[in-house]
């Protein structure tokens, strides 16, 4: 297995195969959440065994289950994914599109989001209290044998886990860790720590696959025009849009 600096060598583009950005849970194949009269099978969800380690549901707390509630009756719309939102940790590893993990032989780590052309990086150092909250947070890595542990503190709490509602708060701790297992594939576990919004700490596991085409690479994926209409159109106040100049 191939290093870098001593450590296993994550470089690549990385993607899931799964449908957890749908719902963290197990869940049946459902009907297009929104006009399925228009999308028909086109915009169904697609059935899944979920990623939810040792659960089959999210231990929420009671008041927490009832913003989450709100949150899944107002999906898809409600969803910040929807809105061209930056995705928060972790969705942004298990969204619909690959990233890219850029390792140096010593210091910090990028990692770098196809969808909305979204980045973070991993600080190589100890964990600290970060000054101001953001939607991907901030991260602090190490390296445990041959895992990276990454810790990311301090989001926003306006992200959400995944298309049904789940969410988190500003005071969540989000532990990933990344364990390669051969050079195409990566164990991706995620334990969040949400006293906040949780009874107790959860955790998901999914496996991570590396592109090996030849061009493999990130796209274009700044999503905010295919946005405008759906965060801005209300003041349109229903009138059509003209370029006309008047008479």
Known sequence: MATLG????LNGVWQVMNTADWDLRPHDAAQAPAAPEKLGALGAEPPSLGVLVGDTDIPYKADARAQYETNKKGAPKADPEAACY?????????????FQIVQAGDGDMLMAYQYASANRLIKMSKVEVPPIDTWMGTSYGQWEGKTLKVTTLSQNGMSWLDRAGDYLSPNATVTERFTLKDHDHMMYDVTIDDPTVFSKPWKISMVLYRHVEPNAQLLDFRCVPFADLLVYGDLLNDKPVTTDKPK
Do not use: K
């Open 6 to 9: 001593g450590h296993p060598n």
């Open 86 to 98: 930056l995705p928060g940790i972790p969705r942004a590893t298990y969204i619909d599109h690959p």
